[in-house]
Each structure stands twice: as C-alpha cells, then as structure tokens.
C-alpha cells in the first residue's frame, strides 16, 4: 500500500504516537533540568537526594510514617526526604532509562548512519545483549514506571490526607499550606 503506515495501518498509528510521545518525554526532561538549574531550592530537590545522615534518617522516619508506625508526620515545604530519595532512583533514573533504550531500538529501526543508532544502538544494544533483551527491558521499564506512577498518586493523597498538607493541591497552585500550623 502506498504512504506511510501511520495513515494506513491502526499499529503503524501507535507506533507513530509512541515515537512523538517519547520525543515531548524528553524534551519535558531537558526542560525539567533546566529548570533546576534556574528554579529555586524546591526545583533541584528531584535531581539532588539527601546527602546527609540527617537528610537519611528523616527519610527512613518517612518511611515508618508511610507504614503507619509513626504518629504525628513532620512537615517539609518541598518533598519530604523519602520523596526526594525515591523520585530520584526510581523516576529520573526510570525515565533516563526509557529514553536510553527507547532511542537504541529507535536507532535500530533508523539504521545506521543516524544520529540514534551512532549515539545509543551502537552501544546499548550490545551492552544488553541483543534487540530483544533491549526491548524486553524497555517494556519492563514500561512496567516500572506504571507502579510509580500509582504509589506516587497514592503517597501524594495519603500525605495531603493524613498529614494536612496541601500536597495535592500545591501542584496546581504552587502554594504550600499547612492545615494544623506551621511547618
């Protein structure tokens, strides 16, 4: 059939909406790093874990508190250093990740000579094995991010909820208010 498969094929459509969504994905995250180099303090918390045994051990007082073995939560105007900690490993890491193998199986398709294929085929697809490990990883990832993304929503709701912060709502106005005083 003549034309490209995005006009013809169901598949050939997803396929194509997959690619424009990777590529506003990274743009987001090159935008998202810029802004930590420009934001205020709150803006490089998702790229900068505690690195204090202070910063640590308010993190694991988090985590007692998320697994309801704490009574009162303390509160943080950014992310709580739990959050900061898990934010980093698991969505800038994860995404990375994405991008990373989801530009290598992209190369692949390219073939070479293409900035994809120079820049990540040539090394990650060997790096794993083969193109299906890297695919199998890429789905995996997939996976990965989906549970975040669910847990984070969850712990967002629970801590707006349980602990009387605005953290739901902080997203979308920008202002952090306390229910039962300060911080």
């Known amino acids: ?36 180099f420009v934001g205020n303090e709150h803006a490089r918390q998702l790229f900068l874990p505690p690195r204090t045994i202070k910063g640590w051990k308010e993190a694991f007082f988090e985590l007692r508190w998320y697994f309801f073995l704490e009574k009162k939560p303390k509160k943080y105007i950014g992310h709580n250093p739990l959050a900061a900690i898990v934010m980093f490993f698991m969505f800038v890491f994860g995404i990375v990740f994405m991008i990373v193998t989801g530009l290598a199986l992209y190369g692949e398709g390219e073939g070479m000579g293409s900035w994809q294929h120079t820049l990540f085929s040539s090394w990650v697809i060997p790096l794993f094995g083969q193109s299906h ?27 707006d909820i349980m602990s009387r912060q605005s953290i739901v709502s902080t997203m979308i106005s920008g202002w952090r208010t306390f229910k039962d005083g300060q911080p």
């Open 133 to 159: 490990d890297v695919h199998t990883w890429h789905h995996l990832g997939m996976w990965f991010i989906i549970l975040f993304v669910m847990v984070h929503v969850y712990a967002a709701i629970r801590e």
């Open 1 to 36: 059939m003549p034309g490209e498969p995005y006009n013809t094929f169901a598949m050939g459509y997803i396929r194509f909406a997959h690619f424009a969504a990777a590529y506003i994905l990274i743009i987001g995250l090159l935008g998202r790093i810029y802004w930590a």
